[in-house]
Structure formats: C-alpha cells, structure tokens
C-alpha cells in the first residue's frame, strides 16, 4: 500500500464548500441538513480511504458522495424536492426528468466564492448577535468544529452549541437571504461584515487560548474572508483594503512574537529579522489603495499606526505619528485599549512624567493593562512604584502569557536592568 | 505465519467530530496500516458505516442500530499476517482506535488449516 499524505485542511476546506453550496441551493431555513450532508461525506471517506487508501482525485471524490448523499435526501424529502427541482431545472445542468431526482452536475465544481461571499453576508446579519456571528462564521465559512471554536472562546461547547443555535433560528425566522445586499445597502451591511472580520482577526491574534495553531488559523481564515471582499467588485471598497491592510501588518510578526517554549515575545523584544517582509509590502500596497474615497476608518487608522510599528528604531517622527493617528482614533471610535495606547505612545514623546500625569486624567477601568501601563511609565523614574504597578497588574492578568510577561518585567526591576 | 483479524470497536462518533479531526484520525490510521503492510503484514480492510445498519434477531425482527445493549460497536477490521498472537497483538496495541476511551481492539485467529477437520 502507498504512503498518502492528505492534505492539510482538506476536509475544513471542503466542508465550507459543500456545506455552503447546499445550503444556498436548500436555502438557509436547511442550514443543518446541509451541514449534515457534508459531515456524512467526510464520514464515508474515513471508512473508505482509510483502508483502501486515498483515491486519486479526493475532492472530486468528496464532491461525488455529497452529491449522491444530497440526492438521495432529496429523494426521501418531498417538501425539499418540489422546491429544488424546478431551481435545478432552471440551471440546465441537470433536468430532471419525470418522477426522479435530479443531477448536480457541476454543483460544486462552479466557483463557489460567490456562494462564499453571499453566505458572509447571512451570517453577518445585523440581526444576529456577534458573538453568534463569529460562531456561525467560524462552523459554516471556516468549517471548524464546535471543540476548536470552544477553544479559541476559552468556553466549553454547551456555550457554543447555544450561539450557533440561536444564531440559525434567527437566520430562519428572519428568512435572512444568501446574497451580497443592494448598492443602497451595502455601505452599513459591509459595517456589520468588517467588525465581525475585525474582531474574529484580534481572536486569535490576542487570544488567551494556548492553542498556537488554532490561533494563526482564525487570523488566516479572517483574511481569507477579507480577500473574499476584495475579490468581489461590490465590496472591494476602501474601508476592505484598510481592514486587510492592518491583518497583514499584525500577522507579520507571528513567527517574531513566538519564543523557543511558545512564550510570547513583546514587540520591543521581538527579532526583526523575523518579521514577514512580505506580509509588510502587501500591508503597504493595501493601504496605499486604501487611501482614496470620503471615508476613514478606524481600520484606515490602525492599518497606519500598524505600518509604523513595523520600523522598528524611534524616532520622534514615528511617535508623532503615532500620537497623532491615536488622536484621530480615538474621536473617530473611543475605546480604552486605545486610549491607553495613545498614553504609551505620548510617553516615548514627550517622557514619562507627562504621560502619567495624562494617564491620571483618562477615565479607565482600572484593569492589568491600566497597571502594567504604569508600571511601564515608572519603570526609569520610580522602580519601586514600578514593581508595586506591575505586582497590581499581575493579580489582575488572567491568561498565563500576560503573567509570564509581567513575571519578567518584575524580575528586570530587582536585577536594575 | 497466522492470520489474524484485528477488530476495532469504538462509538459512532462521526457526528461530533469537526472536519479536522476526522482528517487527522483518518490519517493517523491510514499510517498504522502503512507501518504494517510495509512488513508485508496487511491482508486487506474495511470501515463498516454506522448508518443503515440492521441486526436481525432469532424471532426474525429487524431492528435499525445501535446494536443492542453494547455502545461500542464494530467499526471496522483489518485482516493482516503475523508471526504469532503476540505479534498481533502488537499490531492491535497501536491503533489508534484506542485513544478513545472504552474502545477496544479485538484480535481473532482466522481459522486455517490445522483447524480443519
């Protein structure tokens, strides 16, 4: 017998293929069934090429089961036949005659990022809570299983199973339609698309999960999703290339931010020769495109505070900048993490000193970040201070990373580094 | 050299797992069964689905799976050569079947021909 190498993700991927493609030919109110058929496919392959070995076209294969499987359900659901059979006909490319279910003669094989694209569109519906959208997007567009999607949340898959079930009663009860919205719609639609990218991006990229895998996976399918966007005239707008541009910065420093026992390295710790030189340019080539039409947004902003993280050296022409796209920030969308930032940044400006007396006049919960914030600002001028900061810190932080981290800092100050 | 079947039960746990995991189960097996038709052990194999199974009883009834009383059921066997039952044994050790917990392998001597009559 020959050794066979899968591919990796092979299944994931197909999943959300087929998963898709049935659902949008059945309609959302079959979200199930559909996921179903696509699960019962990979099961038939397991107890197939597990023994006989992988054949030698596997998609195709996949594609050839979930076709008989879809027909076969067909076949044994009235309700679902009389409404797919005139939608088949109509396609031509597999009528159906008398009395029999029809063929799905290139169902799969057609490109299906459209398919892709109208679906991001369901699942991202307003009506929808986030945390559910980032769940449903996760099981039907990335095809993960509700373990890894409990992981990456650091919740169990009762809380998960939830989510995706409250989700998908709304997707019927709301008779949510797969497509991309009207021009007139799109704008404030695509608002709604571009958060749940944004923050399904910062879930692996700031997860606690130890899953270091898991983690670069959620922040690669975002940016699949992302490239979806852009690959569609219709959406491939400004606020996208923004939103892309700012993924491919952060996600250059993977591989930089991982340390030998899979500690994470902090940015002014980090090899910058490890940094994706690639990731960079395509960062810069989208926000360079970015750049036109009336609207910034607060992806426009951190793509460019991104971009000058990735020079390395201070210099007070970087900290400017970055204090002024701070500012524009935080009036554009106020948020704390943001605000804190923005003190950091007016430290490596204008000094220590200046920056806690600005820090004492923020209103900010008084959180791990507020702390270590501190105790960063103290570090030179007051260790003592400094150590009682990140200690307060410390008690606070809740992943194991951040008490490493913070383990660190506080050793550094007892040896006078 | 005997022939041995080296039978793995386990539960229907298709539905639970994610795409991922049945890809990695699935390849995990597959290099079991490598590591022993490389010794030119491996007689042949097969998954048995879960789904449209039936056990007919002796009163004749027909009933659709799970099979009775047991939760764990056969999912599947591989037929192969070995030296011994010990050998087989070894062989049934690394599947990777029995990373679930409950689930077992069960190794069965084929009948040959010093069992017949």
């Not at chain 1, 020769?273 to 990731?279: E, I, Q, V």
Request: proline residues 4%; hydrophobic residues 40%.
């Amino acid at each position: 017998m020959e050794q066979q190498e899968l591919i990796p993700h092979l299944f994931r991927t197909e999943f959300r293929k087929i998963t898709v493609v049935l659902c949008k030919l059945f309609g959302i109110e079959h979200l199930e069934t559909a996921e179903d058929l696509a699960s019962d496919t990979f099961l038939s392959a397991m107890e197939t090429w597990t023994y006989k070995g992988v054949p030698p076209n596997p998609t195709a294969w996949l594609y050839h089961v979930a076709k008989n499987k879809a027909r076969n359900h067909l076949q044994r659901d009235k309700q679902l036949r009389d409404k797919i059979i005139p939608q088949l006909n109509n396609r031509q490319d597999g009528a159906a005659r008398d009395g029999e279910a029809p063929d799905f003669i290139n169902l799969f094989e057609e490109n299906n990022s459209d398919s892709q694209l109208q679906m991001l569109f369901a699942v991202c519906h307003p009506s929808i809570s986030r945390e559910s959208q980032i769940a449903l997007a996760l099981r039907i567009l990335c095809g993960f299983g509700i373990d890894e999607i409990a992981n990456a949340f650091l919740t169990n898959r009762e809380t998960i199973n939830k989510r995706l079930h409250r989700a998908k009663t709304t997707l019927r009860r709301e008779k949510i339609s797969i497509s991309v919205p009207a021009e007139k719609e799109i704008d404030s639609r695509l608002d709604t698309v571009l958060a749940t990218l944004y923050l399904l991006f910062n879930e692996g990229y700031y997860s606690e999960s130890h899953d270091q895998v898991l983690r670069e996976d959620l922040c690669q399918e975002a940016m699949r999703l992302t490239r979806l966007l852009l690959g569609n005239q219709q959406t491939d707008l400004p606020s996208v290339k923004a939103l892309y541009s700012l993924t491919c910065f952060q996600s250059s420093r993977f591989a930089a931010r991982k340390g030998s026992s899979g500690e994470l390295i902090l940015y002014e710790d980090q090899d910058e020769s490890l940094w994706n030189r690639d990731l960079i340019s395509a960062g810069l080539y989208y926000l360079h495109h970015a750049a036109t039409g009336p609207t910034l947004t607060k992806y426009h902003l951190e793509a460019a505070i991104a971009c000058w993280y990735t020079q390395k050296t201070d210099t007070p022409e970087k900290w400017e900048n970055i204090l002024q796209l701070f500012d524009t920030l935080l009036q554009v969308e106020y948020s704390p993490v943001a605000a804190l930032n923005r003190i950091y940044a007016l430290s490596k400006l204008r000094g220590p000193q200046v920056a806690i007396e600005a820090l004492s006049r923020i209103r900010s919960n008084r959180n791990q970040y507020y702390y270590s914030l501190l105790g960063e600002l103290y570090r030179h001028i007051n260790p003592e201070l400094a150590t009682g900061h990140f200690q307060q810190a410390l008690s606070l932080a809740r992943s194991a990373a951040d008490r490493q981290i913070l383990q660190r800092r506080i050793r550094s100050i007892a040896e006078g580094v | 050299m005997q022939e041995f079947l080296l039978i793995m039960r386990h539960e229907d746990g298709g539905k639970l797992a994610s795409p991922e995991q049945m890809q990695a189960w699935m390849q995990q097996t597959m290099d079991w069964i490598n590591s022993i038709a490389a010794q030119n052990k491996f007689v042949s194999g097969t998954g048995l689905p879960f789904d449209e199974a039936r056990v007919v009883k002796s009163d004749k009834m027909v009933t659709n799976g799970p099979f009775g009383d047991i939760k764990e059921t056969i999912g599947g066997f591989i037929h192969v050569w070995a030296d011994s039952v010990e050998e087989a044994v070894e062989f049934a050790k690394a599947c990777p079947v029995l990373q679930g917990d409950g689930n077992t392998v069960e190794v069965r001597k084929i009948a040959g021909p010093e069992h017949a009559k």
